[in-house]
């Protein structure tokens, strides 16, 4: 019989990745459960399993005194004795309880305690084991749609994908190999639910970290990143090594790194910029690929008038303004973009209104 308990105890343990000590544990509640039904609802039960044989011995605890009278709770000194012959009146000693049969009713109450407890510890080996992936990416396939959700296999578990957690026109289905981002891990009544998305920026972020080694490393550090999904994602890096390039590190050998990312973001643009302290410069480059005439900018608003050329005003503005909002959220300046044209005539109407209404002299 323990031969074949401990061969249940080993299989449980195969099948649901747990560990031996949980599942033992496990065990031990559920049939010290179906062991108190049958010997007395509230009787003083202990039960105990041997983790090298799986014996199970079962001991009522009572109380030593001179004449019983409550049978269930108390037991003879002389009996006690043969326990134990140092015991004394008082004494609370374990009784020994024969477990010939649990009966059909211990039996089936242990049964459903075991599946409870065992799944209970399963679900808390889960999270053990996602929690510390929250602010990861995984890899999992496309199980199933409900209601505007995805659900994604990870293997041991099976995580959550809002619609709206992914790429704007992202149509997965069944069976899709998926990229996301743990955004968190809750226990729930249900169990361990784990929340995937593919919008938010630290999804490009892990991207890079697991394509760039100088990022895993801590070489080339992403500053800041910024993100509109489907659209564009912005990150500064800077180096903390002087040979190494960042921008070089993770655009990669003909462009091989950030080709793969891009591919995974279905298309979205990547601006790449270098880490600046200055303001100036760092406006400059973060309104990237437009390129910037002139800067003038108000260090107490943390405001800027960017001025470019006619032609890059609206590479600058970007669609629906994407970028030059982007290029805030980065810097955390105020942008203001202006034509080249536009800056000429309002320096012109400047010029006329200091001279009163007149042109200025052209010459000396």
């Not at 019983?68 to 004394?88: F, G, K, L, M, T």
């Not at 032609?311 to 629906?320: N, P, V």
């Amino acid at each position: 019989m323990n031969k074949e308990f401990c061969y249940i105890i080993d299989q449980i343990c195969r099948e649901k990745g747990l560990s031996r000590e949980k599942v033992l544990k496990a065990l031990e509640s559920a049939l010290l459960s179906a062991a108190k039904k049958k010997f007395g609802g509230k009787r003083n039960i202990e039960l105990t399993i041997d983790p090298e044989t799986c014996a199970i011995n079962v001991s009522a605890i009572k109380k030593v005194v001179k004449t019983v009278s409550n049978p269930r709770e108390e037991a003879s000194i002389e009996e006690a004795r043969e326990i134990n012959p140092d015991v004394n009146v008082g004494d609370i000693i374990a009784v020994p309880v024969e477990l010939h049969d649990f009966g059909r009713i211990a039996a089936q109450t242990a049964k459903q305690v075991i599946f409870q407890k065992v799944r209970e510890a399963e679900r808390e080996a889960i999270y053990q084991e996602f929690k510390d992936k929250a602010g990861t990416v995984v890899t999992g396939i496309i199980h199933r749609k409900e209601k505007g959700i995805y659900y994604v296999n990870l293997g041991r578990a099976e995580a959550i994908l809002p619609k709206r957690e992914t790429l704007p026109g992202e149509n997965l289905k069944r069976g899709d190999t998926v990229k996301a981002y743990v955004k968190d891990v809750k226990i729930t009544s249900k169990g361990p639910e784990i929340y995937l998305t593919r919008t938010a920026p630290e999804f490009v972020a892990q991207l890079f970290k697991m394509e760039v080694p100088e990022i895993e490393d801590g070489i080339v550090e992403i500053k800041k990143i910024v993100r509109e999904p489907g659209e564009r994602t912005k990150l500064a890096v800077i180096s903390h090594d002087p040979s190494i390039d960042p921008i070089g590190a993770c655009v990669g050998m003909k462009g091989t790194r950030v080709q793969g990312i891009v591919r995974e973001l279905r298309g979205e643009r990547i601006d790449i910029i270098p880490w600046s302290d200055d303001p100036r410069m760092f406006i400059a480059r973060a309104l990237t690929p437009a390129t910037v005439d002139r800067i003038g900018i108000n260090e107490e608003d943390r405001t800027a008038m960017v001025v470019v050329n006619d032609q890059q005003l609206s590479l600058a503005i970007g669609k629906r303004g994407v970028n030059v909002k982007l290029a805030m959220k980065l810097t955390g300046w105020d942008i203001d973009i202006i034509s080249e044209s536009e800056y000429a005539k309002i320096k012109q109407e400047e010029a006329e209104a200091a001279f009163g209404g007149e042109s200025p002299p052209s010459g000396e």
